[in-house]
């Protein structure tokens, strides 16, 4: 779930900042892509409602953007682009315990070649990560530098856990077109962050975090815009009052997600968090996302991180004639006719519904 401080947008004369078991069950405020208002009737007098309860934080949704990409199916709709699958950190809830394929950098020309060809088609929008934390590739800057470049890629995301987000990569996102950092501050607590992010370095982290919210100054919601996030797990649940608490004020987005990759062992609690019907259709494969892994290898869906539904690589085929192979038409037909357990890997998927 995400919130937003309603004060930035209508006047909450004495603000209260509700418990999180009270937020998850309110109705959510619509914003834009750029986070204002939706300008609809119903969802403002609901915005001036919770201010007139002296509500300051509370949940939104993000609209979709209406656009052309939406229905197309000859390309995906939003790109994941692994930089690197290596990560400093081995995060309890995170499928990096669990990959099998190399933890590498893909090279920067390579990456920069596949951002010209989603460029060239135009999309929705692009995260420049998967499952590595980018700013360990050597040319994460020169990466980011040529996105910046760019004009047809949409909304585009970064995300970091932190440790090496220094000035000086502070600096480059800030004078990039990054529209949304994804920062995982994971904790409130040493002890507690601890327990997410081995081998963290709490102070290290907490201080880079300061540094962002100083130099991008107090002026908000301004991009790049701040999504500051933990993940509700067994270890974390009881900070998360207190993690709203302390950011919301200075990040545009404090983001409260719940755990994915639920078939992880450490990961039971979040199977306990939702109920889903039996797998016919995937709602992953229905998004039209596609996923660049740092080998070059090309996938549909994010659960099947170590090339379990294989459809091409970016070494040998372009992405355009990958997303309109033979395997992808597969698997779009099962997925329409509701017959998605008939692929092995999907039959013990957690994650289908989300």
């Not at 994460?140 to 995301?157: C, D, M, P, Q, Y």
């Not at 301004?222 to 797990?233: G, R, T």
């Not at 229905?286 to 091409?312: P, W």
Request: contains cysteine; glycine residues 4%.
């Amino acid at each position: 779930m995400e919130f937003v401080d309603l004060s930035r947008y209508i006047d909450v004369k004495a603000p209260t900042i509700p418990l999180f078991s009270e937020l998850r069950k309110m109705d959510t405020v619509l914003m834009t892509q750029d986070l204002q208002l939706v300008d609809e009737p119903d969802n403002v007098q609901y915005a001036k409602s919770m201010a007139e309860n002296n509500i300051t934080v509370v949940p939104v949704r993000r609209q979709p953007p209406i656009s052309k990409y939406l229905d197309r199916t000859s390309f995906p709709r939003r790109v994941m682009a692994e930089m690197t699958s290596k990560c400093n950190y081995l995060c309890r809830m995170c499928p990096q315990q669990d990959l099998k394929r190399p933890r590498m950098d893909m090279d920067g020309e390579v990456y920069r070649r596949v951002i010209d060809e989603i460029d060239s088609y135009g999309i929705e929008g692009i995260w420049l990560y998967h499952l590595g934390e980018s700013l360990l590739h050597p040319e994460f800057r020169e990466n980011v530098a040529h996105v910046t470049s760019k004009n047809n890629l949409g909304i585009v995301w970064m995300s970091t856990n932190g440790r090496y987000m220094d000035e000086q990569n502070i600096r480059a996102v800030l004078g990039s077109n990054i529209d949304y950092v994804n920062f995982s501050a994971h904790a409130v607590s040493e002890e507690v962050y601890d327990t997410v992010a081995p081998p963290g370095n709490f102070d290290i982290v907490q201080g880079n975090l300061e540094n962002f919210y100083e130099m991008k100054g107090i002026d908000i919601p301004k991009k790049p815009f701040l999504h500051c996030q933990m993940i509700e797990q067994e270890t974390t649940k009881h900070e998360v009052d207190a993690f709203i608490k302390k950011h919301y004020k200075r990040a545009e987005i404090v983001s409260v997600n719940m755990l994915e990759y639920v078939n992880m062992p450490n990961n039971n609690y979040g199977m306990q968090q939702r109920e889903r019907k039996p797998l016919e259709s995937c709602l992953r494969v229905m998004r039209n996302d596609c996923f660049i892994c740092s080998n070059g290898h090309v996938t549909l869906c994010d659960a099947a991180y170590n090339g379990e539904i294989y459809l091409g690589s970016i070494h040998e085929q372009s992405l355009y004639d990958i997303w309109n192979g033979e395997k992808r038409k597969k698997i779009l037909e099962l997925n329409e006719s509701g017959r998605m357990s008939e692929i092995e890997f999907c039959r013990s998927c957690t994650d289908y519904d989300i």
